[in-house]
Every structure is written in structure tokens, then in C-alpha cells.
């Protein structure tokens, strides 16, 4: 909720001023139990306890990986599942998000595709999967140093309103206080709401899902084509309003024999020619009913050689692979794996698995 909300909640009695200090305490402070709100009177406190839980997802189940990486399977309030990512690096840790339950934009390079589409999530269940990651390991007091990418399951342009609100509360100081410029949203190439987000004051960096180097190859690996054409998609990027700081990311994925020849990273180059901004490149992660393959070491080098020439162009590490954590395979895989074994005894302590606060 965010503060105009949080002020309905808590009933026209209620001065404004208690309304921030609610919001402070639930995004900021970090609040487990509302009892213990110090800033709040007792009796608003008691009442407020009587009426609401807070609000973070509770675990199902996690997993870590031989590098560091966790994924974890989060509940949601109506029981569905949810995938999020702690990716942690020196100097930085960067949280993987998702937006939805599922995807239905259908890439057929990735695991989420197999789901279909659940259905969205609110803005609290977005926040909630940093909240409850960062809290489970540690990083609120270095939240300078948090990145979150919203690029877990789902299309974050098909639940606008949701990931902009999602964005507010985790970018406001009196919030999250996460930096806009380093939270990143990545995307299919929804065009009317690309134009929709460049108009927002608040909002994330944008990554396009790009994978392909001529509208027929993009159309076979990414349907969404059909709807949003590459030309279009890449006009609309010209369009894009970035920020004095800011740069296009354009995301690639290398596909065995199928996108990663010389030829498709020249005409990768010349495709985003006088734009302003940089190539991630990522090897296809492999999984369970994909028909692709993972290009081999020096095909991606060559790849990047060709592109780096031109634009800054960088290749992805791939991060937790064996626990089906890495990028394109968030799937709710889990008949083959272990989960860690801490799983329940390093959940967050006293942290109620649902939210009316949201």
C-alpha cells in the first residue's frame, strides 16, 4: 500500500502524519509485527493487528546453488507459487523478481513459457519477494548495494500498474529505498506500454528482450512478433525518453545454430545502430522440453567480438544453473532437485505468511 492507501486503512480519525509513519515502518524499518510499531500509539496499534497481517509471501521451498545463487519457491496468499532469485556477487547482491504467475508471451526458448499464464500479481506480492529475500539473507542494512531485476516469471509490461506501483514503494526513500537506477525491468516488447512507462516520473530502467537479428527469426522464437514487429519495437526505442544517466539494454539470447552466426551479430549491430545503449549476451540456459541448445564457449566470443566493436556488449554468467535458477529457466521445477536444507529454519522469524496491507 502505499500512503494514500495506507490513510484510507487506517480511517478518517486518524491524522495524516500516522499514515507515514505506518508506511516508514512496513517499507523501510521493516516491520514483522505491527504490535511493535513504537511510533504508533498502542491502541492504534492493537486495532490496526486486530484487522491486518503484514504482508510477505511465505517459502515453500529453496534451493541453493554450487555458486551461491537461492532460488526460491514462494507462496502466495491464494496458494499459487512464485520464483524469485538471490544472485550474490562481491561489492553487490542482485534480486530476480517476477511480475506474474506464469507468462503467456509464449518465447520458445523458455521455461516460464511452459506455464501459460496464472495471473498477475499485485504490487505487493512484487515488493513482498524483495522484502522477504532481503530480509532472509541479510541485506536490508545494505540496501545501497541491492540491484533488482524484474525478470523472473512473466512479462512486467503486461502488469503495468502494478509494476509501477511495485517500483514506487521499493525506489522511495521513505520506502525501500532502492535506487530507480538500479532496478531494471525487462520485456517482450510490449510497444504502447513501453511508451506508457518512458512517461512515468518513477520508473525502472528498461531492458529489451531482443534475441533475434530479422523480424521472420524473431517471429519463430518470440510469437509476441506477430503482434509487435521489430521495426516498430525498435522505433519505439528511438522514442524512449532516457534519463542523463541511462542506457538501453538490449538482451540476447544464443541459440545453438540459430541466432549466433557472424551475420546475426552484424546485423544485431546495425539493427540498433545510433541508439544509446548496450548488448547483454546469454548463452541459452538449458531445461526440460526446450529445442535448443547451448552454443558452444567460442561461438559466444566471436559473437561478442563482432558486436563489441561497435556498442558496449557483455556476455551474462550464467548463475545457478543446477538449481534450474538461471535466466529463461523459471518453471517451478522441483521433482528433480533438493531444496536447501534450512529451508523452514532460515525463513525470516515472527513474519506472517499473508497480507491485507498490500
Known amino acids: 500500500m502505499e500512503v494514500a492507501e495506507l490513510q484510507e486503512a487506517l480511517g478518517p480519525e486518524q491524522p495524516g502524519f500516522r499514515a507515514q509513519q505506518l508506511y516508514r515502518a512496513l517499507y523501510h524499518e521493516q516491520a514483522v509485527d505491527l504490535i511493535q510499531i513504537s511510533t504508533l500509539p498502542s491502541k492504534l496499534r492493537q486495532e490496526l493487528a486486530a484487522r491486518h497481517t503484514l504482508g510477505l509471501p511465505a517459502c515453500e521451498r529453496r534451493y541453493q546453488s554450487a555458486d551461491g545463487t537461492r532460488r526460491y519457491l514462494l507462496k502466495l496468499a491464494d496458494g499459487r507459487t512464485v520464483e524469485t532469485v538471490l544472485m550474490p556477487e562481491t561489492g553487490r547482491d542482485t534480486i530476480c523478481i517476477s511480475t506474474q504467475v506464469g507468462c503467456a508471451v509464449g518465447c520458445t526458448f523458455c521455461m ?4 501459460g499464464l496464472e495471473r498477475n500479481l499485485t504490487a505487493g506480492e512484487i515488493a513482498g519477494q524483495v522484502l522477504y529475500v532481503a530480509r532472509d539473507n541479510g541485506l536490508l542494512p545494505e540496501r545501497a548495494r541491492l540491484n533488482i531485476v524484474m525478470m523472473g516469471q ?7 500498474p502494478n509494476v509501477l506501483k511495485a517500483t514506487r514503494l521499493l525506489a522511495d526513500p521513505e520506502g525501500v529505498g532502492i535506487p530507480p ?3 531494471t525491468l525487462s ?26 537479428s530479422t523480424e521472420e527469426q524473431r517471429l519463430e522464437l518470440m510469437p509476441i512478433t506477430r503482434k509487435y514487429h521489430l521495426s516498430d519495437l525498435l522505433e ?9 544517466w541511462e542506457k538501453l539494454t538490449f538482451e540476447y539470447a544464443l541459440l545453438k545454430g540459430v ?14 545502430a545510433n541508439l544509446n545503449c548496450k548488448v547483454n549476451l546469454i548463452a541459452l540456459n538449458p531445461g526440460p522440453g526446450i529445442p535448443f541448445e547451448t ?4 561461438r559466444v566470443a566471436a559473437f561478442q567480438a563482432i558486436v563489441r566493436r561497435s556498442m558496449p556488449c557483455f556476455v551474462r554468467k550464467p548463475r545457478g ?19 536447501s536444507p534450512d529451508t523452514r529454519q532460515n525463513s525470516p522469524a515472527n513474519v506472517p505468511p499473508h497480507s491485507a496491507l498490500r
Request: with cysteine; net charge positive; glycine share 4%.
Open 112 to 115: 516460464t513459457a511452459l506455464m
Open 154 to 160: 512473466g512479462e512486467p509490461l503486461l502488469n503495468l
Open 181 to 183: 537506477r538500479r532496478i
Open 187 to 212: 520485456t517482450s516488447g510490449v510497444i504502447p506500454a513501453i511508451d506508457e512507462l518512458g512517461r512515468e516520473p518513477v520508473r525502472p530502467k528498461l531492458a529489451i528482450s531482443l534475441n533475434a
Open 236 to 244: 519505439a526505442c528511438r522514442r524512449y525518453p532516457l534519463r542523463p
Open 259 to 272: 541466432n549466433d552466426s557472424d551475420a546475426d551479430a552484424r546485423r544485431v549491430v546495425k539493427l540498433l
Open 295 to 298: 552454443p558452444d564457449p567460442e
Open 321 to 339: 544453473r543446477d538449481i534450474y535458477a538461471a535466466c529463461g529457466q523459471l518453471k517451478r521445477v522441483v521433482s528433480d532437485l533438493v531444496p
